[in-house]
């Protein structure tokens, strides 16, 4: 009896693993809420769609479908009402945004707005700190993205630190003097 346990906690094991995977993107409608090089990514390598995508992107684009992944399972937090389950499915979706800079060059073009997305699933979850960490990281990779700027300002307002959010919507405005969302929020501090 006792053989037989042992066996069964690899399995268990593994089904939470699984369990806590994010979800990739199978459907026509699943990749309607993505960036195109996601499903350009799951076609065949030779096709057209395939090279062009990674032409831009460079060689790790070879590495985008875990990002993918991680944004459609954002989608479906998203959408699902069941507490737990969202929790979960951020909780899954950090997973496989951050392999991207696990195993991507540092220098790869979409770094910055990963570590924004990792920041919004953060958010998402109730983990300001490390929504906060992640945004700082994205402005650290690129300057002129306005979102993470706005991002921050938000998140320091939710822990009362409007000097702060105040601060780095000025930032931001050095590097975006005409960003539309800046100058809105920037308002509400005049």
């Known amino acids: 009896m006792r053989q037989k346990k042992v066996r069964l906690l690899p399995l268990l094991f593994i089904a939470c693993i699984r369990n806590a995977a994010a979800d990739y993107p199978k459907t026509d409608a699943d990749y309607a809420f993505l960036p195109p090089y996601c499903k350009a990514r799951a076609s065949?390598?030779?096709?057209?769609d395939y090279q062009s995508w990674n032409r831009k992107l460079g060689d790790d684009f070879i590495h985008?479908?875990?990002?993918?992944?991680?944004?459609?399972?954002?989608?479906?937090?998203?959408?699902?009402?069941?507490?737990?389950?969202?929790?979960?499915?951020?909780?899954?979706?950090?997973?496989?945004?951050?392999?991207?800079?696990?195993?991507?060059?540092?220098?790869?073009?979409?770094?910055?707005?990963?570590?924004?997305?990792?920041?919004?699933?953060?958010?998402?979850?109730?983990?300001?700190?490390?929504?906060?960490?992640?945004?700082?990281?994205?402005?650290?990779?690129d300057k002129n993205n306005s979102f993470p700027y706005a991002a921050l300002s938000s998140l320091y307002q939710r822990k009362n630190m409007k000097a702060e959010a105040k601060t780095i919507l000025e930032k931001g405005l050095e590097h975006n003097p005409n960003s539309k969302i800046l100058l809105k929020r920037m308002k509400n501090f005049k």
């Open 44 to 48: 065949d390598q030779k096709s057209p």
């Open 64 to 141: 985008i479908h875990h990002y993918c992944a991680g944004l459609h399972t954002m989608n479906l937090a998203f959408r699902t009402h069941d507490e737990a389950e969202k929790q979960s499915k951020y909780r899954a979706a950090v997973g496989d945004l951050l392999y991207v800079p696990d195993h991507a060059s540092p220098t790869f073009k979409l770094m910055p707005k990963i570590f924004y997305d990792v920041g919004q699933a953060y958010q998402f979850m109730g983990e300001i700190d490390e929504a906060i960490a992640a945004n700082l990281k994205s402005i650290s990779l």
